[in-house]
């Protein structure tokens, strides 16, 4: 993987930002003139937003794609990931001839402003004081890091997307955008999210959080000038929030009682179920890839997330006069964004009349259905971006 | 509160088991002569079990109701707790009057085996070496908590149990006493339980046990020796798991998105919300009141438990024969232990042709409802002990 520190606006060669970018990181500096002003009230610039790109920009740059990432996710969306040499959290769904065709869209994904892949968040460097971050970097919201986006589309010469699309949090800045930018996005792809979180959603975060910072080695925070680690905290942080991403249905298929190793009880506390083992493996590896602070942050900015409330409290307002072709997806056994919050999304666009589909998705695969290869989801995702970009090619004109 | 040592067989003048006990703790030693063989092959006494009981016990010793407590109740069923002073978890269900009448019924509550409200586990001392025991205390089992409260039994001079009832862990005790005991349990209920622990239970108690085992000042099981206490990861573990014993409806309604003392988003990481509020409050104040060590103990005995596994993996062997009436009562809003866990039960059951009802109570509280006073659970209870007493009363004769 290579990384190109891109600083200033690219021209408008639109072949010349595939060939420099396609499968490779690049990192943009961004508010540098003018710092973006966030929700909080506090101000942030300049900082870096880190990102990838898949295909090429059609030269009247009507092709471009954007993908929101998830919690944990990042840009590595189709290519192999940086840490730990898997594949793309997306690279089923993104790619020649895949429902995110890459031969027909210009893909784009960054990191979150907040985020530890790249994008400035609390692990970086504060260019204002020479030192790290950690809990100086100012509290973001979804909004803020929509608005990083868009600046992310202007250094990029891109006015309008055919589409931004995204799970779960990704889901969250779909809304977002839809909602900020309208005239910038023809069609939106909200899947598995909700307009606002909800109360168990907050308490599962709390729980995270409470994890980490309650871990020795958190430091106030300050871990990474003190050369400690929360891998403790962190990885618990990660076991709570990986349950709440399966089902039972598929917990008890991938694992049921089955047991590790033994074969018997082991009348101790090892880890004698393999769901045990399982979950620990996940907690371990996490550490190794995330950045705590980054995980307060971003759960934080979940919590935060109520786009009905900034609009006076009724969420259709958020939508009003909207010309943006929606397809809310939701998938039967996901219960932390569970099918009803998304229908709530669908309830709102109707009342403006807007354009939308909504389909549910049949799986008991749980949250994390939308990372996976799901036939029904493939194929409702090709549909809508092929009648979508049908219409899109209708407007743009020959 | 006071507590008397009884170290004898109680002789058979039930009023003075009564005039002794009632509304104060009474603790027993057992297996003093003989040690208890524990299912991990282990053995354990002499140990002691602390009790309430309320009510008399009838000349003929058939009014007994045996109450099985869940993973962080105790045996301060209906009276004031020592030190949280708070009404008994159970004090609308029991007393004068209540569903569980003290007027009628002789009931008994005892501190479950690996406890830490009298009755002996990691937090007590070991007689053999004179020094805590901590992780030196074997791992026990729903059948081990069992076969001690049937120790206990046989201490009070009680061989037939009018009933026995419990929800969550409490209802696995009382399918354990049905298929261990079946000759010694005129009736059964099992509330908002299951025959076995499900993978997602499993691995939300992993995320407990994770976060006292991490925190430095468990000390290997140690911190009560080295002066600690790993304060911050009970409660953590308290936290995710008080989650699962609410639902989203509830804790929608209850909190909501309501922020704590404030009009506006804190943007930082205090409690923004009153359920952030709320739940480290629940963690905090638990703390005070339960060992670490315990709720290892009993959450990995929870998790062992699986009735079907010692009947050949046919769950309704367990039952075979049984006389016993059985009241099988789920939650429609629990989702730790669903109705469908519930119904397996029921079809093991009807497999035997034995007695059983079923009744299904339409609630949004969760799994928690079993403590609290819904009006169609307590009509159940009612309505079946007061047949099922009726029935007892003919067995028993004038």
């Known amino acids: 993987m290579s990384v190109s520190d891109d600083h200033t606006r690219l021209n408008a060669d639109s072949a010349a930002i595939a060939a420099d970018s396609d499968d490779s990181e690049v990192r ?6 003018t710092p973006l002003m966030l929700e909080s009230g506090a101000s942030l610039g300049p900082f870096t937003v880190a990102y990838q790109t898949y295909g090429r920009l059609d030269a009247n740059r009507g092709n471009a794609v954007l993908i929101c990432h998830a919690l944990t996710g990042d840009h590595h969306v189709a290519s192999s990931h ?31 402003l907040g985020g530890c892949m790249g994008t400035t968040g609390p692990k970086e460097i504060n260019p204002a004081t020479g030192a790290v971050y950690g809990l100086d970097f100012p509290v973001i919201t979804i909004a803020d890091m929509v ?21 779960s949090m990704g889901g969250m800045q779909v809304l977002q955008w839809a909602a900020s930018y309208p005239e910038r996005v023809f069609a939106a792809v909200p899947i598995a999210t909700a307009p606002r979180h909800s109360a168990q959603n907050i308490a599962f975060h709390e729980v995270g959080r409470q994890a980490i910072m309650t871990d020795p080695e958190w430091r106030h925070g300050r871990y990474l000038v003190e050369g400690t680690r929360p891998r403790a905290g962190l990885a618990v942080a990660r076991m709570a929030a990986h349950i709440t991403y399966l089902s039972e249905p598929a917990l008890h298929r991938k694992f049921g009682r089955r047991l590790q190793n033994r074969e018997k009880l082991g009348y101790g506390f090892e880890a004698d179920f393999q769901v045990e083992s399982y979950l620990r493996h996940q907690g371990s590896t996490f550490v190794d890839r995330f950045d705590a602070n980054s995980y307060l942050y971003i759960t934080r900015a979940m919590d935060y ?41 669908v309830h709102a666009l109707n009342a403006v009349a807007a354009n939308v589909s909504f389909v549910e998705i049949e799986t008991d695969k749980g949250h994390d259905a939308f990372l996976l290869d799901e036939p029904d989801f493939v194929r409702t995702l090709t549909g809508f971006l092929g009648s979508a970009w049908a219409a899109r090619c209708r407007s743009l004109g020959p």
């Open 28 to 33: 943009a500096t961004l508010a540098a003139a």
């Open 82 to 112: 940086p840490i730990t040499g898997k594949p793309g959290w997306w690279h089923q769904m993104v790619g020649p001839g895949l429902p995110i065709d890459t031969e027909r869209y210009f893909v784009i994904c960054a990191n979150v």
């Open 147 to 167: 608005n990083a986006q868009a600046l992310l589309l202007d250094h990029l010469g891109i006015d309008s997307l055919f589409c931004v699309i995204g799970g």
């Open 305 to 345: 997330f109520d786009l009905a409330a900034a609009h006076g409290g009724v969420l259709s307002r958020a939508f009003a006069g909207t010309a943006t072709r929606f397809c809310v997806v939701s998938f039967t056994s996901d219960w932390l964004f569970p099918t009803a919050e998304n229908r709530t999304i």
